[in-house]
């Protein structure tokens, strides 16, 4: 496959994904009616067979490729390694365990054509089963993703002009693993790019199945939390005072579900552990948590 004639480059920032990746190649194999493009494993450091599932693969995907993203660990590490890497100006990102649909990269691409940030709706249920309920995540959303009255595209499912990537930065390779590309948008946004919103671009998302890998999660989500607030600090958000988020921490503890089932308990695990995520990153900042 020659550069010339690719359309748009998908890069999927993997690390030890070789047991799940097969799935998205699969979806990505199928892709009626879309424009030839390439797909970039950018690999974060795997040290499990992920090179043998690729060259397996290239069969059915002519333009997969193998790049190396070991220079650094974090999802942001690989991704901008990917996008580096890309032979086109239009990038479309999605994960190694989750599943586009059919039309995703058709949908994508189109939207664009008139947008410089794109992306889609998320499904958890198709892949997830019962943990799909752990998380305050929709069970399938319907619009951008949205904090602190501010929109973004989640990183599993963003399309992206390379040229708003490279004017913007990149993706911010020093977060904790979670609120990365919610300050690619708003870093974006300050430059006058905005994320467009593509209903028929939908990804089934994977939420971890074991409670200690969805608590683990959580709590990264509320780190990056606080060091999103810490850069930003939008006037919209005003921090905790010590009175106040002491009274938040025991009507959270008070709220623990005695009744309900096991299923309302790792809900409450969850939002517990992002919480707790908040306080700790906030206090290695020296900041008060929002």
Same mark, same amino acid.
């Given at each position: 496959?020659?550069?010339?004639?690719?359309?748009?480059?998908?890069?999927?920032?993997?690390?030890?994904?070789?047991?799940?990746?097969? !799935?998205?190649?699969?979806?990505?194999?199928?892709?009626?009616?879309?424009?030839? /493009? !390439?797909?970039? +494993?950018?690999?974060?450091?795997?040290?499990?067979?992920?090179?043998?599932?690729?060259?397996? %693969?290239?069969?059915?995907?002519?333009?997969?490729?193998?790049?190396?993203?070991?220079?650094?660990?974090?999802? *942001? +590490?690989?991704?901008?390694?990917?996008? =580096?890497?890309?032979?086109?100006?239009?990038?479309?990102?999605?994960?190694?365990?989750?599943?586009?649909?059919?039309?995703?990269?058709?949908?994508?691409?189109?939207?664009?054509?008139?947008?410089?940030?794109?992306?889609?709706?998320?499904?958890?249920? !198709?892949? @997830?089963?019962?943990?799909?309920?752990?998380? #305050?995540?929709?069970?399938?959303?319907?619009?951008?993703?949205?904090?602190?009255?501010?929109?973004?595209?989640?990183?599993?499912?963003?399309?992206?002009?390379? *040229?708003?990537?490279?004017?913007?930065?990149? /993706?911010?390779?020093? %977060?904790?693993?979670?609120?990365?590309?919610?300050?690619?948008?708003?870093?974006?946004?300050?430059?006058?790019?905005?994320?467009?919103?593509? #209903?028929?671009?939908? +990804?089934?998302?994977?939420?971890?199945?074991?409670?200690?890998? +969805?608590? $683990?999660?959580? %709590?990264?989500?509320?780190?990056?939390?606080?060091?999103? %607030? *810490?850069?930003?600090?939008?006037? *919209?958000?005003?921090?905790? @005072?010590?009175?106040?988020?002491?009274?938040?921490?025991?009507?959270?503890? $008070?709220?623990? #579900?005695?009744?309900?089932?096991?299923?309302?308990?790792?809900?409450?695990?969850?939002?517990?552990?992002? =919480?707790?995520?908040?306080?700790?990153?906030?206090?290695?900042?020296?900041?008060?948590? #929002?």
């Amino acid at each position: 496959m020659r550069p010339d004639d690719i359309a748009c480059s998908i890069v999927i920032p993997t690390l030890n994904a070789a047991d799940l990746i097969g !799935e998205q190649l699969e979806a990505l194999a199928d892709q009626p009616g879309a424009p030839t /493009f !390439e797909v970039l +494993v950018s690999d974060n450091g795997s040290t499990d067979d992920l090179a043998g599932v690729v060259e397996r %693969y290239s069969e059915v995907l002519p333009g997969l490729r193998r790049v190396d993203a070991s220079r650094g660990r974090g999802v *942001s +590490v690989a991704r901008n390694v990917g996008v =580096e890497a890309a032979a086109s100006d239009r990038v479309l990102i999605c994960d190694a365990d989750d599943r586009v649909s059919r039309g995703w990269v058709r949908a994508m691409h189109a939207a664009l054509d008139s947008a410089p940030l794109v992306s889609g709706p998320v499904e958890t249920t !198709e892949l @997830s089963g019962r943990s799909a309920g752990w998380v #305050p995540i929709a069970e399938r959303t319907e619009g951008l993703f949205e904090v602190w009255g501010h929109s973004y595209g989640i990183g599993a499912n963003l399309g992206l002009r390379r *040229s708003v990537w490279s004017e913007v930065g990149g /993706f911010a390779e020093d %977060y904790p693993a979670g609120a990365e590309e919610i300050d690619f948008a708003w870093r974006a946004a300050d430059r006058g790019h905005l994320f467009t919103y593509v #209903p028929d671009a939908l +990804v089934h998302y994977r939420i971890r199945t074991d409670l200690r890998g +969805v608590l $683990r999660q959580q %709590y990264n989500s509320g780190r990056g939390t606080a060091t999103l %607030y *810490s850069r930003f600090k939008p006037e *919209s958000v005003v921090p905790k @005072s010590v009175l106040r988020r002491t009274h938040h921490e025991l009507m959270l503890l $008070r709220q623990f #579900p005695l009744r309900g089932g096991p299923d309302a308990r790792r809900r409450w695990l969850t939002l517990t552990a992002f =919480e707790a995520g908040k306080l700790v990153e906030a206090r290695r900042l020296g900041i008060r948590a #929002p």
